[in-house]
């Protein structure tokens, strides 16, 4: 079945880049989305790529989708300690017309 | 106000009990769904409704009811709780083009 993979912890020291990666099954998804959960909140979405684009930039965000080995990254330019989340990778995978999310990656910023 | 509200917050309930979560939407859309958030595991759908008329089941419905009262409300029920049911639960909206979620609800039962 539909499967996405992201790694569960990432760690870096505010200034720094972050990268957030992601692997997917469905090579039919139509979008892929990262959405961040704040301590305590619900599911934001952050932002989202069609899947004929290979990247897409808002702001601090980039987004990089390499559709040939089904990998999505989520790159946070200039981390601040208020972007310390979990990122959900997600895709538009699901048989039910639902979102695959993987288990979300918990980031950590440092002073 | 929220596009998506859900109530109670926080519940803490008995093993047996029967438990309502309750899910209202503002903005019109068709699609809800009722996901799960367990530690370590992510999100896992529960149950999702395409309209009134439409309920179907996700991949881990056993135990869990819902019922649509209206376009706007999305009801999820657990008949009778176990403590393996605690976890917090996700209302979420179809835009068109990605989910709108609720504050989640933090249900613990002892």
New interface residues.
Partial sequence: GEDVEQS?FLSVREGDSSVINCTYTDSSST?L?W?KQEPG?????LT?IFSNMDMKQDQRLTVLLNKKDKHLSLRIADTQTGDSAIY?CAETG?S????I????TKLSVKP | DADVTQTPRNRITKTGKRIMLECSQTKGHD?M?WYRQDP????R?IY?S?DVKDI?K?EISDGYSVSRQAQAKFSLSLESAIPNQTALY?C?T?TG????????TRLTVV
Avoid: D, E, P, V
Wanted: aromatic share 30%.
């Fill in positions: 569960l979008y989305y959405y909140a619900g599911l934001q979405l989202y959900f699901g039910q017309g639902n979102l999310f993987g288990k979300g | 699609r769904y370590g595991l992510g999100l759908l999702y395409f179907n996700g996700f979420a179809w083009s990605g989910y709108t979620f609720g504050s989640g």
